[in-house]
């Protein structure tokens, strides 16, 4: 037990270093909107990416309640953005910061899947306070502030649903 408990504890430093690095420092400057909409792309992808695992892995029913929510919250995000892109003419592209969210996404995974049972639980919610957090800082920050028209009205709307995940996600990890 006290060995799980150290690997545990291991893996949440590592994950929160992760998430000091490129993570949690904010987007320099103003962004167009083809970056902006890659961004945005991207994290919901990895959201529903991490979701599907916690749906097969996570063992208590918040965190699969959670988890469920992501992805249906995340597919419809995705839904009405590219109906926004679309509309707009705004083609999502990569950038630094697609290709790190990409990076952390994919070493979130692989941390992820060392876990199992409550270890698991705890972890995947970790990740997504973190991950939320730095998506809404930098909602405010760069990626609002950067768009005009239908994409900033809709990242204006994304905002309230990302702050109620960050909520959400930090009431679970407080009664795990």
């Known amino acids: 037990m006290r060995m799980r408990t150290l690997c545990l504890m291991a893996f949440l430093l590592t994950a929160f270093l992760i998430s000091c690095g490129s993570m949690s420092t904010t987007m320099p400057g103003r962004m167009a909107a083809n970056d902006v909409a890659g961004i945005l792309a991207t994290a919901n ?56 969210l990409k990076t952390s996404g994919q070493r979130s995974m692989t941390n992820l899947n060392a876990y199992s049972g409550a270890a698991f639980d705890r972890a995947y919610m970790q990740s997504q306070v973190d991950m939320h957090q730095w998506l809404l800082t ?35 990890l407080g009664g795990l």
């Open 138 to 172: 930098n909602l405010d920050t760069v990626l609002i502030p950067s768009a005009r028209g239908d994409l900033r009205n809709f990242l204006e709307t994304t905002r309230g649903t990302v702050s109620s995940h960050l909520d959400r996600a930090r009431q679970i």
């Open 45 to 100: 992808q990895g959201e529903i990416d991490q979701a599907n695992a916690a749906l097969s892995k996570a063992t208590n029913a918040d965190v699969r309640a959670f988890a469920q929510m992501m992805v249906t919250d995340h597919t419809n995000a995705g839904n009405t953005a590219r109906d926004v892109f679309a509309r707009n003419g705004i083609t999502p592209a990569d950038n630094t910061t697609t290709s790190e």
